[in-house]
């Protein structure tokens, strides 16, 4: 158990990592550069909101075939580095445009650069809404089993989602295949059901602790940009 642990974790903190870093980063450009396009590539990321999600997108499964990356964990870790969520990207942009030009103007003053703006200032005063951030993509990652279904063959790298879908489709093969005793099967579907409930435990245990870390941050981060005056 500790080795699906600790294989979950090096998927999740990574792509955690990734995704709030490439999110933040294009929000920033979004909210406070102007360059040619800026609308039109804004308004072409947000309709990808629209679109039903690609099942398996086939050209990318060819492209790290060929690079040597299956049955690694680089597929599911290096991209999430270039391409911020649509949806965070959004929220991030909305908060950071209410950071008053006032304030970026007088840190000018001061000599300060626009890299330092940003890690100084505009990140501390993101805070709750980066960690409501992480919340969310730890959640949708931790619940993800069908990209590293793809990609990763040895059991001794499945992360814990696999391992555990692993386990319900053994429960449901041996209940399938068991006697027809109706007191074989009925002992069959209890053992079942309890290992269905054992494995929403296990799966869910670790976000029960982190959330209440995050809690503080939760309600105020939702609520950035809904009120208004």
Do not use: H
Request: one cysteine or more; a positive charge.
């Amino acid at each position: 158990f500790g080795v699906v642990m600790l294989n979950t974790y090096k998927v999740v903190i990574p792509k955690v990592i990734g995704t709030v870093i490439s999110s933040v980063l294009t929000a920033y450009g979004f909210s406070r550069f102007e360059f040619i396009g800026k609308k039109a590539m804004f308004a072409l990321m947000m309709s990808t909101l629209f679109l039903p999600q690609v099942v398996l997108n086939v050209p990318q499964f060819l492209l790290f075939t060929s690079w040597g990356w299956v049955d690694t964990y680089k597929p599911l870790i290096v991209p999430t580095f270039f391409a911020g969520e649509a949806y965070f990207v959004f929220m991030l942009t909305q908060f950071m445009r209410s950071v008053s030009r006032e304030m970026e103007e007088a840190a000018e003053m001061d000599g300060c650069s626009d890299f330092k703006f940003f890690s100084r200032i505009v990140i501390p005063l993101s805070t709750p809404i980066v960690a409501v951030l992480c919340l969310w993509v730890a959640v949708s990652l931790w619940n993800s089993y069908f990209n590293p279904m793809i990609y990763i063959n040895s059991e001794d790298k499945y992360p814990l989602q696999l391992v555990l879908r692993r386990i319900l489709l053994m429960s449901q093969v041996n209940l399938n295949s068991s006697s027809v005793d109706p007191q074989v099967i009925a002992k069959n579907q209890y053992l079942s059901e309890m290992l269905k409930y054992g494995t929403i435990i296990i799966s869910t245990l670790p976000l029960m602790v982190i959330y209440p870390f995050v809690q503080k941050y939760f309600v105020k981060g939702v609520m950035i940009g809904s009120v208004k005056g």
